[in-house]
């Protein structure tokens, strides 16, 4: 298994563009969320998923868009970039819904300028 | 809301113990624990679930006061591969399915 894939690992983008960040995973898991991580603030919720069809917003979906159409991808899109949208992004996974140990993606590092 | 976690920072030398915190001011189904090594992803080591359930690795070791909200995570004997930053994540009672991290325990241990 290759667990749970992220890309791009680095990306720049100008403000006001936008992007998806892709997120995959083959382990057949239900529940999939994306985080972002600012120095100082922890792990913070943008938006998740407990399954094919379902999506629902976290702490701080403003400026996020999110669709499930697979078990196995979760994109996250960027639809107008902002300089406070600088961050690391995290994808997750887990099997048996919110309360499993959930699997993490190495992350992709995002500067907006 | 998020819950708060105790201490920020703690040093300590290998073989010392160490108690890391969390509390919450709502109430909890369950309390999430992950260890994040700097420039990684953050990895699994615990769950504790509403009712006494717990799973997770047989190292670790963590408590969960449900009357109380709050919930301790034990290193003992620590190793220098125990340096990182601590997360609690909690998860609120009433069948949400969100889990909210406190901003993190950085713990380093030394020689």
């Known amino acids: 298994n290759a667990g749970v894939t992220q890309t791009p690992k680095f990306q720049v983008l100008k403000t006001g563009q936008s992007m998806t960040l892709q997120c995959a995973q083959d382990?057949?898991?239900?529940?999939m969320s994306w985080y972002r991580q600012d120095p100082g603030m922890g792990l913070r919720l943008i938006h998740y998923s407990v399954g094919a069809g379902i999506t629902d917003q976290g702490e701080v979906p403003n400026g996020y868009n999110v669709s499930r159409s697979t078990t196995e991808d979760f994109p996250l899109r960027l639809l107008s970039a902002a300089p406070s949208q600088t961050s690391v992004y995290f994808c997750?996974?887990?099997?048996?819904?919110?309360?499993?140990?959930?699997?993490f993606g190495p992350g992709t590092r995002l500067t907006v300028t | 809301q998020q819950p708060v976690q105790s201490p920020q920072a703690v040093i300590l030398r290998e073989g010392e113990d160490a108690v890391i915190n969390c509390s919450s001011s709502k109430a909890l189904y369950s309390v999430h624990w992950y260890r994040q090594k700097h420039g990684e992803a953050p990895v699994f080591l615990m769950i504790l679930l509403k009712g006494g359930e717990q799973k997770g690795h047989e190292k670790i070791s963590a408590s969960f006061n449900e009357k109380k909200q709050q919930s301790s995570l034990y290193l003992t004997a620590s190793q220098l591969s125990y340096s990182g930053t601590y997360f609690c994540g909690t998860v609120m009672s009433g069948g949400y399915q969100k889990v909210t991290f406190g901003i993190g325990t950085k713990l380093q241990v030394i020689p």
């Open positions: 997750a996974s887990s099997y048996r819904g919110v309360n499993d140990e959930q699997y």
């Open positions: 382990m057949n898991h239900e529940y």
